[in-house]
Structures are given as structure tokens and as C-alpha cells.
């Protein structure tokens, strides 16, 4: 059974910042995607950051380029969501997920080729 939990999410104002983590347990596959999604009030879940635990490339929506960086401690089976520079616009649930290592790239943001979710924690910032 895989298993994601997220921590770290609260209130922050415009400019600060935030760090979420996501610790995994139960991977049943050697290499794999694990993702950031974000999903606000009345709009559909985007992709903010993916990696393949297995290379060594990172991709972010256009969005957070530059203000978030998503990075791994493969010792622990934890990710993390470093948020600098936060707008007004980042608020809304952030989702970490994982999926098969048999996707490619050009899907790192779609939140329906992902199959594990964690329960979602809160970022609200306020300007």
C-alpha cells in the first residue's frame, strides 16, 4: 500500500515563505515520478513541480519557475516543495503524488496520469 503525507503547509503574507515535504512509504516501484499539484477554490488541480527519482531533471509550471524548487532525500522516502517569494495566487491545497516510471516528461503535470495521492495540506497566503 502506498502511502503519501504531506506536512508543512499554514499561512503565510505575500513574499514569504513556505516548505512542504512529503514522506513515502510502500513504493512498489524502484523508480518513479513524484509531483506537486495545487489545486484552488473553484478551479481544477494543476501541476506545480515533478521530478523522476531516478534522473536528474526537475519541471515546474511556468507559474512557480524561479520561486519553488522541488528536491528528494531518497534515505528518507521524502520530498519537498521549497515556496519563496509567495503570491497571493499560490493559495489553495498542495497535493504531493507519485506515479509509474513509465510515463515521460511531456505528462509531468498531469494530475490524471498520477495514481497516489497524499490528503492534501493548505497554503494560504495573503497579500
Known amino acids: 500500500q502506498v502511502q503519501l503525507v504531506e506536512s508543512g503547509g499554514g499561512s503565510v503574507q505575500a513574499g514569504g515563505s513556505l516548505r512542504l515535504s512529503c514522506a513515502a512509504s510502500?513504493?512498489?516501484?524502484?523508480?518513479?515520478?513524484l509531483g506537486w499539484f495545487r489545486q484552488a477554490p473553484g478551479k481544477e488541480r494543476e501541476g506545480v513541480a515533478a521530478?523522476?527519482?531516478?534522473?536528474?531533471?526537475?519541471y515546474y509550471a511556468d507559474s512557480v519557475k524561479g520561486r519553488f524548487t522541488l528536491s528528494q532525500d531518497n534515505a528518507r522516502n521524502t520530498h519537498y516543495l521549497q515556496m519563496n517569494n509567495l503570491k497571493s495566487g499560490d493559495t489553495g491545497i498542495y497535493y504531493c503524488?507519485?506515479?509509474?516510471?513509465?510515463?515521460?516528461?511531456?505528462?509531468?503535470?498531469?494530475?490524471?496520469?498520477?495514481?497516489?495521492w497524499g490528503q492534501g495540506t493548505q497554503v494560504t497566503v495573503s497579500s
Open positions: 510502500g513504493y512498489i516501484y524502484s523508480n518513479h515520478w
Open positions: 503524488a507519485a506515479r509509474s516510471s513509465a510515463y515521460g516528461p511531456g505528462t509531468a503535470m498531469s494530475a490524471m496520469t498520477y495514481e497516489y
Open positions: 521530478i523522476a527519482t531516478g534522473g536528474r531533471s526537475t
